[in-house]
């Protein structure tokens, strides 16, 4: 006989397990789509991992942009599910500089603070991402007069300037190669879609993928400024175990046989 | 013409409203109209009253994320308004997936579905259940993990901003409700539903039965998506005050006996 006991108990484990593989799988889904890195987000926002928690999905910040830039990541499309995003090589953000996407946002995913200042706002301050040149496949690399993306970028000689540098193939020539000051550049993207190449050679990825970071234990020796950041740095202890024999002991204890 | 009117005055109403949000919404979002912008997961309306899902508040909150006013005022006006006139009225007037899960049931109806299965095999508590559990990832998780999968906001977002390939989780509710589970993802799975069952469990909006008057037909049974709520037909006189109802008036336009009506909660308790 099966008592109410025992059919009490198998139900309640059944709920937990049902509950446990639920979760489970939901989680790891929600981990596999909150994993990609690679997305742009739109002017002012926060942190990727607070973004991810803070914004509420209601598209406003993709209402209010002029150019239909911004989007919400549709299923399908392999992105934190109803974020919004943009990809400059369709359409890159065009700097508007009343900013329209960012003061809509509800929830403070898109920070209207870290794109003003002094209480104005102000677009040049913003950094979606940062583009990157792909020197091997820039044609102002081999030495071909190109300056598209020098002349698209809304900070002119800023964000990107160019360098010259002697051709020596041909002796006569110089080369126009374009150099991106990542200080500078707002991630807008207009480079990559003013790019002439097949593929753009100069593209945008997230600060965070690309940019590297020096740490304290390296500093700009000729600059008193960039010496202050020595202070932060830790004394690292490494602790290697000194032999006890003496180092004429070791050569002693060959023994000549093992050679 | 008239009977018809009678007979389906609710659901035409229901139909009207969806629509004609999701149409602002959209008009929103094509045509830059300023009625109400954002969609249901946050929106603003005339571009001044803020209004946000307060489901989705509550799983930032446990996600960790900085919670703004303007969410907090948008969250409080959602709730107080289902507050007040029934939790549920969201799912049956608002929700554009009510759309989809009707037509599963409908067809449900139709084939006979109902008949040959007559017992669900899941409890409908389990909304209950994976609502915690929503609050519980999106802690873990330090992201609103509802709102990841939430095929509510897919196909809302779908409508307003573009399908993607948001049909295809519309497909999976439709066909889920349509052969493994009357009322599946509205009656059984839901959490927003389910938040919204705990919201409204003291609203005021509530469909009244008046016992004298049944014939027990039972209409209004088999139409209804929440049956369980209307225990009392054809048994007692009472108010239907599971918060479960969705308020969707499906049972009072079935009934052709004025057994049910729409009524306002008595407040004080009748003694019998």
Redesign the interface.
């Known amino acids: 006989m099966v008592s109410e006991r025992r059919k009490f108990i198998l139900g309640s484990v059944r709920s937990a397990g049902l509950l446990a593989l639920g979760g489970l799988v939901w989680s790891a889904y929600v981990d596999e789509v909150t994993a990609s890195k690679l997305i742009l987000r739109p002017p002012g926002a926060i942190k990727e991992k607070d973004f991810l928690a803070t914004c509420i999905k209601c598209g406003m910040c993709v209402e209010a942009c002029p150019y239909d830039t911004l989007v919400l990541a549709k299923p399908g499309e392999n992105k934190p599910l109803g974020t919004p995003y943009f990809e400059p090589r369709n359409i890159p953000c065009y700097m508007c500089t009343d900013i329209p996407c960012v003061p809509v946002c509800p929830t403070g995913a898109l920070d209207e603070k870290s794109v003003s200042t002094d209480g104005k706002l102000d677009i040049n301050k913003s950094r979606m991402g940062v583009a990157v040149v792909d020197t091997k496949n820039c044609i102002a690399f081999w030495g071909i007069q190109c300056d598209a993306c020098y002349r698209a970028c809304p900070l002119l000689d800023e964000a990107i300037s160019l360098q010259y540098d002697k051709n020596s193939r041909t002796g006569k020539h110089a080369f126009l190669k374009p150099i991106v000051d990542s200080d500078i550049c707002t991630g807008c993207g207009l480079c990559e879609h003013a790019c002439v190449t097949k593929e753009a050679a100069i593209k945008v990825f997230p600060r965070e993928v690309v940019l590297g970071k020096v740490g304290d234990f390296y500093v700009k020796g000729w600059d008193k400024k960039d010496q202050q950041r020595l202070k932060n740095a830790k004394e690292i202890k490494t602790k290697t175990r000194l032999s006890e024999k003496k180092a004429l002991d070791n050569l002693n204890s060959f023994n000549l046989e093992d050679f | 013409m008239k009977s018809f009117w009678k007979h389906y005055r609710f659901l035409i109403l229901r139909r009207t409203v969806q629509i004609t949000l999701m149409l602002l919404y959209f008009g ?2 094509v045509w ?1 109209w300023k009625m109400l ?3 249901l ?4 309306v005339l571009g001044i009253i ?1 209004l ?2 307060p489901f ?2 509550l799983q ?1 909150f446990f ?6 006013t ?2 907090i005022v ?1 969250a409080l006006i959602i709730t107080i308004f289902y507050g007040l006139l029934g939790g549920r009225i969201f799912c049956s007037w608002v929700c554009p997936v009510n759309i989809i899960t009707d037509a599963a049931n409908y067809l449900r109806r139709k084939v006979g579905f109902n008949q040959i299965q007559k017992k669900q095999p899941a409890s409908r508590s389990l909304r209950y ?2 609502m915690g ?1 929503s609050l ?2 999106s802690y ?6 509802f ?3 939430s095929p509510i ?2 196909t809302h ?2 409508i ?7 049909w ?2 519309m497909l999976v509710i439709f066909l889920f409700d349509l052969f493994i589970l009357k009322n599946g993802w509205c009656g059984h799975l839901c959490p927003l539903g389910g938040f919204y069952a705990t919201i409204g469990k003291k609203s005021l909006i509530r469909v009244d039965h008046n016992e004298e008057n049944c014939t027990a037909c039972m209409k209004c049974k088999e139409v209804c998506p929440e049956s369980q709520v209307l225990f009392m037909i054809n048994k007692s006189s009472e108010q239907v005050l599971d918060g479960a109802c969705t308020n969707c008036g499906r049972c009072v336009e079935v009934c052709d006996d004025d057994a049910l009506n729409f009524s306002i909660r008595k407040l004080a308790k009748e003694k019998k």
Not at chain 2, 63 to 68: N, P, Q, S
Not at chain 2, 160 to 166: A, E, H, N, P, R
């Open positions: 929103g979002n830059g912008q954002g969609n997961s946050s929106s603003s803020p946000s899902d989705a508040a930032m996600a960790g994320a900085m919670i703004t303007n969410l948008g259940w994976i559990l519980v990832l873990i998780l330090g992201v609103t993990a709102e990841f999968i906001s897919m977002r779908a307003i901003f573009g399908l993607g390939l948001g295809a989780a």
